[in-house]
């Protein structure tokens, strides 16, 4: 088998976020007809092969996004168009787990002279559910991790995080016709919307700025009154040099409406160009110098472990 028809057969079954069972028997299977030891909670697989000191993660998702209007092919019957194979994961992210499942079986024929790799290919990622953060607890010390993500071979060695925000702005409610006895909370809101347009914060070296966006309001109850409440989402996608407790502050000092913060969880995440796994990602990529990721992943969940995504 090779790594071509292996991503075929992979993007053939799908596996959108939360439906992962079919996907998650194939690849067990695989790697037990491989000879390896595969555990497994829910829809998440891990292996290892090697043994002692380093540990090496290799770590990718075997869920999906659902099918959206606009394909002009099947999105699960795959097909190869000049090189390219046409279907639903093909990029994001089951070409990694290919690359790194053909690495896996070179592993298990050659075991490494010394270390260990854990392969952990997981579930739910494009939601957030329960995936690589509900089974780290299981895979034992790590020294390091690549993530798959699509990053077109470039190593990427920061990504940012995300801080949700829910903001609320009250009034106080009178007939329009008699505006001037109410208070208008959609005003007081469009205030601290323009103010957050104006917020900056400090440049990470391999991401630039964080800029908040404002991405959903809601407000009013009806067409002929002052509305005497607000509520708006902010989306700040954060640099590891910022901190969300902080940014938080910020927020809530700068506004004039009540900070809620709603998520906190994706955090950004940097490594060292100069740390080990960064050289050898780099090496092996052929390439002279990491790049930063605009999106986030499961990396965010591997706390302080070094990581590149690539």
């Known amino acids: 088998m090779t790594a071509a028809d292996l991503l075929q057969h992979l993007v053939a ?62 999105p699960h019957a795959p097909v190869w168009r000049d090189g390219r194979l046409v279907g639903l994961g093909a990029n994001d992210a089951k070409g990694c787990v290919a690359a790194m ?13 010394e270390g260990t790799v854990v392969l952990a290919l997981t579930a739910e990622e ?16 790590l020294d390091a991790a690549v993530v798959g993500e699509p990053t077109g071979l470039a190593v990427c060695a920061a990504q940012r995080g995300m801080l949700l925000l829910k903001v609320t702005t009250k009034g106080e409610a009178a007939h329009v ?8 909370a959609i005003h007081a809101a469009a ?27 809601e407000g009013g109850r009806a067409r002929n ?34 900070v809620h913060v709603h998520s906190a969880r994706y955090l950004p995440k940097a490594t060292d160009p100069a740390h080990p796994i960064v050289q050898a990602a780099l090496q092996a990529a052929g ?3 990491p790049i930063g990721s605009a999106t986030t992943s499961d990396w965010a969940f591997l706390g302080d472990v070094p990581a590149v995504k690539l």
């Open 287 to 289: 390439k002279t110098s």
């Open 191 to 217: 205030q601290d919307i323009a103010k957050l347009a104006g917020l900056r914060f400090e440049p990470h070296p391999l991401l630039g700025e964080a800029r908040p966006q404002v991405t959903q309001v």
């Open 177 to 184: 016709a008699h505006a001037h006895l109410g208070t208008n």
């Open 13 to 74: 079954l799908p596996s959108v976020s939360g439906q992962e069972q079919a996907i998650a028997d194939h690849v067990q299977a695989l790697l037990e007809g491989w000879g390896a030891r595969v555990q497994r909670q829910g829809n998440n697989l891990w292996a290892e092969v090697g043994q002692g000191a380093p540990r090496l993660l290799l770590n990718s998702h075997l869920d999906t996004v659902p099918v959206c209007d606009g394909w002009t092919e099947a």
């Open 126 to 141: 494009e939601t957030g559910g329960q995936g690589l953060a509900t089974i780290l607890s299981h895979l034992g010390s």
């Open 225 to 258: 009154q002052v509305p005497d409440a607000c509520t708006f989402f902010v989306d700040l996608r954060t640099t590891p040099n910022l901190d969300h407790g902080a940014l938080a502050a910020t927020f809530a000092a700068e506004l004039t409406g009540h």
């Open 101 to 113: 499942l053909m690495a896996f079986r070179e592993l298990l024929l050659v075991p490494p002279a």
